[in-house]
């Protein structure tokens, strides 16, 4: 099974800030890689496919990078509705796996 | 718009059976591979199982081979999860999510609980 490792498990940051989430997967898995936003008590919201396009109607604050075993996913200029569990997944083969999340919080 | 809603979730005594449902709406049902994800009570999410858009493919993931069954009703754009021999550890959340080889899961019901408990 392919594992998905996310850094930070938990971030503390301001409204207006910039921050960065990684993932890294144990093997490579080309760009078959998304990222969800959940909040408390709602189902998971595709943010990002295919490592870097975003969803449909998702601001273009959220921006997806990577290939291989390496992505990040970075929100610019946090708004209070941000603050969530963000966690990245691989898709390229079966068992598809999620990361642990990252919760982020308002500092 | 694009829906997916869940049902058929509950408390039920460990080693007993429970039926979800899944109903899809607004999109072309039968050409959309279907998966199941699950989230036990403030944990991470864990991919359950997928099915082809013709029910030729199906995958589980290890902890429930052999006692979840995984189908559809074309018919009916109607995904189900056969849950059988259900253990404390089932306990959780259940998500039906459409699936693209390309787009990923792109589309989340809103869950459906499922306490599995004595």
């Known amino acids: 099974d392919i594992q998905m490792t996310q850094s930070p498990s938990s971030l503390s940051a301001s409204v207006g800030d910039r921050v960065t989430i990684t993932c890294r997967a144990s093997q490579g898995i080309s760009n078959y890689l998304a990222w969800f936003q959940q909040k408390p008590g709602q189902a998971p919201k595709s943010l990002i496919y295919a490592a870097s396009t975003l969803q449909s109607g998702v601001p273009s604050k959220f921006s997806g990078s990577g290939s291989g075993t390496d992505f990040t996913l970075t929100i610019s200029s946090l708004q209070p509705e941000d603050f969530a569990t963000y966690y990245c997944h691989q898709y390229d083969s079966f068992p598809y796996t999620f990361g642990q999340g990252t919760k982020l919080e308002i500092k | 718009q694009v829906q997916l809603v869940e049902s058929g979730g509950g408390v039920v005594q460990p080693g007993r059976s429970l039926r979800l449902s899944c109903a899809a709406s607004e999109f072309t049902f039968n050409i959309y591979a279907m998966h199941w994800v699950r989230q036990a009570p403030g944990k991470g999410l864990e991919w359950v199982t997928v099915?082809?858009?013709?029910?030729?493919?199906?995958n589980y993931a290890d902890s429930v081979k052999g006692r979840f069954t995984i189908s559809r009703d074309n018919s009916k754009n109607t995904l189900y999860l056969q849950m059988n021999s259900l253990r404390v550890d089932d306990t959780a959340v259940y998500y039906c999510?459409?699936?693209?080889?390309?787009?990923?899961?792109?589309?989340w019901g809103q869950g459906t609980t499922v306490t599995v408990s004595s």
């Open positions: 099915i082809s858009y013709d029910e030729s493919t199906k």
């Open positions: 999510a459409r699936g693209d080889n390309y787009y990923g899961l792109d589309v």
